[in-house]
Nanobody
Framework: QVQLVESGGGLVQAGGSLRLSCTSS?????MGWYRQAPGKQRELVAT???????NYGDSVKGRFIVSGINARTTVYLQMNSLKPEDTAVYYC???????????WGQGTQVTVSA
């Protein structure tokens, strides 16, 4: 099965930036990021396919950029203009094929202070 390893989470002041990284144990068809804050549903952040098609959640569009899947095993999430409401556990996800099950990383905490 696929293993996903995330890094880059931490504490940052509002208005700052963070860059998350995720590396998979095998070549992936699509990869992306979701987040979940306490008491909230898991929310789409961004996804990217092997062909380069991207999809962003409305709450992060224009501030976050997903990239890197051209390497087939790595995806990045550049987070800019961070807000306190961006505070959440961020999970890397990926599929090794169109019909393959989704794999998930362990999550990395992102905390944005006011």
């Amino acid at each position: 099965q696929v293993q996903l390893v995330e890094s880059g989470g931490g504490l940052v002041q509002a208005g700052g930036s963070l860059r998350l990284s995720c590396t998979s144990s095998r070549s992936m068809f699509s990869m992306g990021w979701y987040r979940q804050a306490p008491g909230k549903q898991r929310e789409l952040v961004a996804t990217i396919t092997r062909a380069g098609a991207t999809n962003y959640g409305d709450s992060v569009k224009g501030r976050f950029i997903v990239s890197g899947i051209n390497a087939r095993t790595t995806v990045y999430l550049q987070m800019n203009s961070l807000k306190p409401e961006d505070t959440a556990v961020y999970y890397c996800s990926g599929r090794s094929g169109m019909t393959a099950p989704t794999s998930w990383g362990q999550g990395t905490q992102v905390t944005v202070s006011a």
